[in-house]
């Protein structure tokens, strides 16, 4: 039996798609998925292999989705949102329909935030296609979910590392953060919301105006802040490896190519596959059991 480990996946939108190619590096190396906690894109991907689907099967159905047509053209409106989720549900069925998250093989919880109260909502147990619903619900984009109103829990913390170690305190906690840009990125190469997207029409309209621009800075500003947020939680929660594939620079909602970033997701979690190997050691082990048993005592 291979050793164990929590998975922290942390949102990003389509930048997700990495997480299939690091979750499959794992498994190649002989290691044991013992819980997973997801917000945002690592809730939707980390549900489906929790509830024990392939990555290769999850891979293709969103090449599947990417190619639907009524989601890559059609542009659809609800009261409370500007995208409605009815195709991703239908390409979500196959692997959680009728699902509840206590039958998962893999413990599994997704993260939340409850517009109503202000705090994280950790999602434990019920239908798993409604707590994916809730942990990507991007403010303004896709429909927030229940009497709560709960939203993308990567509004408060991008990766859920602490709920992961509530799996297992002994465990390593493996992080995947999607926020990590090229080091020739720049303000030039950002896109506005929707545009280079699965909804490019209207976005391509919107580049090429003033307003365009100025979205393209505000995208920007969000990004940076977002980044921060993102490195403060993890300096504070300390996982003890993170992995970081460079797709920080692809739009939460840009048409891209799975495979490549399937392959990024393993090209970056193969590189700390020695830091995994240390985490083990009887330092860190009698290290993560005295800290974190005694914090959860």
Do not use: W
């Not at 292999?49 to 053209?73: K, L, M, Q, Y």
């Not at 949102?81 to 039958?103: E, H, R, Y």
């Not at 919107?206 to 500003?221: C, F, K, V, Y």
């Not at 979690?269 to 190997?277: Q, R, S, T, V």
């Amino acid at each position: 039996m291979g050793r164990e480990i929590n998975l922290a996946l942390g949102g990003g939108g389509v930048r997700g798609i990495a997480h299939l190619g690091a979750v499959q590096c794992l498994l190649d190396h002989g290691y044991k998925i013992n819980g997973i906690a997801g917000t945002s894109a690592g809730g939707l991907f980390g549900a489906t292999i929790a509830a024990g689907n392939s990555t290769h099967d999850v891979a293709t159905a969103v090449d599947i989705f990417f190619n639907e047509t009524s989601f890559r053209t059609g542009l659809r409106s609800s009261p409370f949102s500007l995208i409605n989720t009815s195709d991703m549900v239908k390409a979500l069925d196959p692997f959680l329909q009728g699902k509840s998250i206590k039958d998962f093989p893999i413990p599994f919880v997704a993260t939340a935030v409850s517009l109503r109260t202000g705090k994280e909502v950790v999602i434990r147990e019920g239908e798993a296609m409604q707590a994916v619903l809730a942990t990507i619900a991007i403010p303004g984009f896709f429909p927030s979910q229940g009497d709560d109103v709960l939203v993308d829990g990567g509004v408060l913390d991008p990766v859920p590392v602490d709920a992961a170690r509530e799996f297992d305190t002994s465990l390593p906690v493996v992080a995947i953060m999607l926020h990590k840009q090229p080091s020739d990125y720049s303000l030039a190469d950002v896109k506005v919301p929707l545009e280079d997207s699965l909804f490019e029409p209207l976005a391509r309209s919107i580049s090429r105006s003033p307003l365009g621009e100025l979205m393209r800075h505000l995208t920007a500003t969000v990004d940076i802040v977002s980044n921060q947020l993102s490195e403060l939680r993890i300096e504070k929660s300390k996982p003890d490896v993170l992995v970081e594939p460079i797709v920080g620079h692809i739009g939460l909602l840009s048409r891209c190519e799975t495979q490549s970033l399937v392959d990024e997701g393993y090209r970056a979690m193969e590189e700390k596959l020695e830091d995994l190997d240390k985490a083990f050691s009887i330092v860190n082990s009698f290290r993560r059991i005295t800290k974190y048993s005694r914090s959860n005592s």
